[in-house]
């Protein structure tokens, strides 16, 4: 629907750039149908579209507890987040399309394997005290990328991200509500919770994306306020606000040069292992195969819906049309 309004610009530099510039520095929003730079315009799509298919493909670890949950308390709970992040891949999808693209092309992209959704969804979820893992470390990690993207240069994202960090929020707090059920229980609880904090740390600080050195949008993405933040800084804010919370739980961070600087006041860490994480994105996960199977499969499932819908719109507007000719 918007493709027709499209103000595009091919043009890399000349004085509408500039003026372009002048607006982000100023700290204006960029709104729809304002003029962009085709490159500003394919980095949004990019950059909006994985965070949407992250939010759809992100329901299916913890979907996969839904049914085992130990109450009907953590039940509902855990039903309701899952509801949240479907909401949240909606708005998103609804801020990409601003931009020119639809809904189904983005979805076969995601479908055939052409757009990316974050590698932490290729994790499974082994045991009850994942989902508090989950909660805890890889909403953690989502909310402290996406409260500054609340003051993204592009209006939609800019305000698409102002009700999902509400909603993320709560989510962290249920996951380590979840934790410290766990970290105060029997022994065999407290190993879980220990368990699921080391297979979810590494993957978790991988969240934010390669090293500053390695990551090719970043300076660009900064210039154009499209990201506020480099992927360092906010892996070492991750890092410096999650360490005292996993100490408060008892529990060990799963790192041995993690060490407090007095000197800087931030801890020092470990880097993930950045082979692990490429082979992710390469599609040689663990769960990589199984998560695009299970969209591939719910798309394919749902055709009889979109077919009907399609079918219900091409009826009301031919009678529409009859009535109008009836009328003249
Ligand atoms: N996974 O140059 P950079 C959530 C790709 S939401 C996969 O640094 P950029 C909620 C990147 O696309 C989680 N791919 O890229 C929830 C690029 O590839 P390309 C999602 C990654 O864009 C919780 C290449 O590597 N959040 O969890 C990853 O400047 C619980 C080079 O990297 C967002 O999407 C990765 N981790 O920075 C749901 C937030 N990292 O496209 C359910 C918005 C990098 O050139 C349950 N996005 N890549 O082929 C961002 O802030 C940025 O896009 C970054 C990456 C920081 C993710």
Same mark, same amino acid.
């Given at each position: 629907?918007?493709?027709?309004?499209?103000?595009?610009?091919?043009?890399?530099?000349?004085?509408?750039?500039?003026?372009?510039?002048?607006?982000?520095?100023?700290?204006?929003?960029?709104?729809?149908?304002?003029?962009?730079?085709?490159?500003?315009?394919?980095?949004?799509?990019?950059?909006?579209?994985?965070?949407?298919?992250?939010?759809?493909?992100?329901?299916?670890?913890?979907?996969?507890?839904?049914?085992?949950?130990?109450?009907?308390?953590?039940?509902?709970?855990?039903?309701?987040?899952?509801?949240?992040?479907?909401?949240?891949?909606?708005?998103?999808?609804?801020?990409?399309?601003?931009?020119?693209?639809?809904?189904?092309?983005?979805?076969?992209?995601?479908?055939?394997? @052409?757009?990316?959704?974050?590698?932490?969804?290729?994790?499974?979820?082994?045991?009850?005290?994942?989902?508090?893992?989950?909660?805890?470390?890889?909403?953690?990690a989502?909310?402290m990328n996406?409260?500054?993207?609340?003051?993204?240069?592009?209006?939609?994202?800019? @305000?698409?991200?102002?009700?999902?960090?509400?909603?993320?929020?709560?989510?962290?707090?249920?996951?380590?509500?979840?934790?410290?059920?766990?970290?105060?229980?029997?022994?065999?609880?407290?190993?879980?919770?220990?368990?699921?904090?080391?297979?979810?740390?590494?993957?978790?600080l991988m969240m934010f994306g390669p090293s500053d050195k390695e990551s090719v949008h970043s300076a660009?993405s900064m210039?154009?306020?499209?990201k506020?933040n480099s992927n360092d800084e906010l892996r070492q804010k991750f890092?410096?606000?999650?360490?005292?919370?996993?100490?408060?739980?008892?529990?060990?961070?799963?790192?041995?040069?993690?060490?407090?600087?007095?000197?800087?006041?931030?801890?020092?860490?470990?880097?993930p292992?950045?082979?692990?994480f490429?082979?992710?994105?390469?599609?040689?996960?663990?769960?990589?195969?199984?998560?695009?199977?299970?969209?591939?499969?719910?798309?394919?499932?749902?055709?009889?819906?979109?077919?009907?819908?399609?079918?219900?719109?091409?009826?009301?507007?031919?009678?529409?049309?009859?009535?109008?000719?009836?009328?003249?």
């Amino acid at each position: 629907m918007y493709a027709q309004m499209v103000k595009s610009e091919n043009t890399d530099n000349g004085p509408e750039l500039d003026a372009f510039q002048v607006r982000i520095d100023a700290g204006e929003k960029i709104e729809p149908k304002d003029w962009m730079p085709a490159g500003y315009r394919k980095t949004l799509i990019r950059q909006i579209s994985q965070h949407a298919h992250s939010e759809i493909v992100g329901q299916l670890p913890e979907g996969n507890w839904i049914t085992r949950a130990p109450t009907l308390e953590r039940k509902a709970i855990l039903l309701a987040k899952v509801q949240d992040e479907a909401g949240h891949g909606l708005y998103l999808y609804c801020a990409a399309e601003t931009l020119g693209v639809s809904r189904d092309e983005l979805t076969e992209m995601l479908l055939d394997g @052409r757009m990316k959704y974050s590698s932490i969804f290729n994790y499974p979820t082994l045991t009850w005290a994942d989902i508090g893992a989950i909660g805890w470390l890889v909403d953690g990690a989502a909310i402290m990328n996406q409260v500054p993207l609340q003051r993204t240069s592009y209006g939609p994202y800019a @305000r698409a991200m102002v009700r999902i960090c509400k909603e993320e929020s709560f989510h962290q707090r249920q996951g380590y509500d979840i934790m410290m059920k766990m970290a105060q229980g029997s022994d065999a609880q407290k190993r879980m919770a220990q368990d699921a904090l080391n297979r979810y740390w590494y993957p978790s600080l991988m969240m934010f994306g390669p090293s500053d050195k390695e990551s090719v949008h970043s300076a660009q993405s900064m210039k154009w306020r499209i990201k506020i933040n480099s992927n360092d800084e906010l892996r070492q804010k991750f890092v410096d606000q999650t360490v005292p919370q996993a100490e408060y739980l008892g529990l060990t961070v799963p790192d041995d040069n993690l060490r407090l600087n007095p000197e800087t006041g931030h801890y020092e860490f470990s880097e993930p292992d950045w082979s692990e994480f490429f082979e992710v994105l390469n599609g040689n996960g663990p769960c990589n195969k199984e998560r695009l199977e299970a969209r591939n499969k719910a798309w394919d499932d749902g055709q009889w819906v979109r077919d009907g819908m399609m079918a219900h719109a091409r009826k009301k507007a031919a009678r529409a049309a009859a009535s109008q000719v009836a009328a003249e």
